[in-house]
Every structure is written in C-alpha cells, then in structure tokens.
C-alpha cells in the first residue's frame, strides 16, 4: 500500500529564511504528487503538482518542489518565508494511471517568527 | 478556477439531529466528489467517495447509514450526518476533481460541526 511520510510535525522560521518542508512516499512506481496548504479552520488549497518531466515544479505564492526519485522524495521549499505562509502543509499521492483516492501525509505544521 | 464551495461553515446543533453539509462545484463539473474528516492536528481522514449518479463507495470503519452521501449531479454532493452525537463534531471537508488522469482535488473551507 502507498504510504506518505511527512517527518517534521512542526517546524518554525524566520521571516525572510529559506524553508524546506520534507516528504517521502512509499510506491512500486512514480504517483502523482501534491502539496497542499491548510490555514487554520478552512480547507486545503494546492500548491502545486507533479505529474512527469521536469523534476522541479513551480506552484502558487513562491513555492517550488523537487522530485527526485533516487530518495523517493517531492520536498517543498521556498527561498523567502513570509508571515503569511504561517499553515499546515500536506504532501499527498496519488497512484499513476488511473485516479485513485488520495494518500495524504501527516502535516507539517509551519511556524513564522518575527 | 476550479472552486469548490462548501456550506454551511459552521454548525452547533442539539444532539440527536441530522445535518446536512453542502459541497459544490462553482466552475467545473465534477465527475467524482470526496468527503473527508480532520480531527485537530490529524491529517484528513477519506470517508467515502462519491460519483455523479452512483452510489457513495465508503472507506472501512465509516458507517453509510450515518454518513449519508448524494450525489446527484454533476456540481453537487451532500452529506447528511444522521442523528449526530458529540463524537460525530468534527471537521468535515470536501473535494472534487473533474476527473481524469491525476486531476487534483479540489477543496472546499471545510465545516466544523459541533454537537451539544
């Protein structure tokens, strides 16, 4: 079974650090991968995807993730923090060729500090 | 595009009741819909999915004469909590995806559910 392991519950920085969020997926072959964000009380919002070709995918408010299959790994980061990206962020799968229900990751909670 | 609405965004409720949570696609049609539960600081936990026109396929542990899920058209699901008690509040979210190879889900705010 496909499994997603986000391995930091929590992680805080400092507005304007770089940031990278962690995620690693267990499957026999390449899924679709996403990233979500979740602020507090609402729902998920997608920060982008990756489905084939280029490894290193651009989504929404700055964010950028690379595939790199050797780690099985799809980590997120952004080279400039803001206050505003202060959510919970989830890593998701989805199994290739064909739609199937979304695996999501545990959640990494961000924190932004002054 | 791609929005998702999901009504109502809050509800506290007398146990005992039923609720009905509305989810909605605003600009595409939505082939296939996903309820999910969120408990606090948990990932989302799929409760079932649902396909215009089928009945709702539900995830092992979650009981279909509780969790009542329609799916009647193409930009509207439901889901109806029956009888709800104080274990049943919760987070509720839903998702659609127009369908297709690794459409994304698209998610509605969420509804916090809360029974006295």
């Known amino acids: 079974a496909q499994s997603v392991t986000q391995p930091d519950i929590h992680i805080t920085v400092s507005e304007g650090a770089s940031l990278e969020l962690r995620c690693n997926y267990s499957y026999g072959a390449t899924p679709y991968l996403f990233w979500y964000v979740q602020s507090p009380g609402q729902g998920l919002q997608l920060l982008l995807k990756y489905f084939s070709g280029d490894t290193l995918v651009q989504g929404i408010k700055g964010f950028e993730a690379e595939f790199k299959r050797s780690q099985s790994s799809f980590n997120l980061r952004k080279p400039s923090v803001h206050w505003s990206d202060a959510a919970e962020y989830f890593c998701a799968v989805v199994p290739s060729g064909g739609y199937q229900k979304v695996t999501f990751g545990t959640g990494t909670k961000l924190q932004v500090i002054p | 595009g791609a929005v998702v609405s999901q009504h109502p965004s809050r509800v506290i409720c007398k146990s005992g009741t039923s609720v009905k949570i509305e989810c909605r696609s605003l600009d595409f049609q939505a082939t296939t819909m996903f309820w999910y539960r969120q408990f606090p600081k948990q990932s989302l936990m799929l409760m079932a999915t649902s396909n215009e026109g089928s009945k709702a396929t539900y995830e092992q542990g979650v009981e279909k004469d509780k969790f009542l899920i329609n799916h009647a058209s193409l930009t509207l699901s439901t889901l109806t909590v029956t009888s709800a008690h104080p274990e049943d509040s919760s987070f509720y979210i839903c998702?659609?995806?127009?369908?297709?190879?690794?459409?994304?889900?698209?998610f509605g705010d969420g509804t916090r559910l809360s029974i006295l």
């Open positions: 998702s659609a995806t127009a369908g297709g190879l690794g459409q994304p889900q698209h």
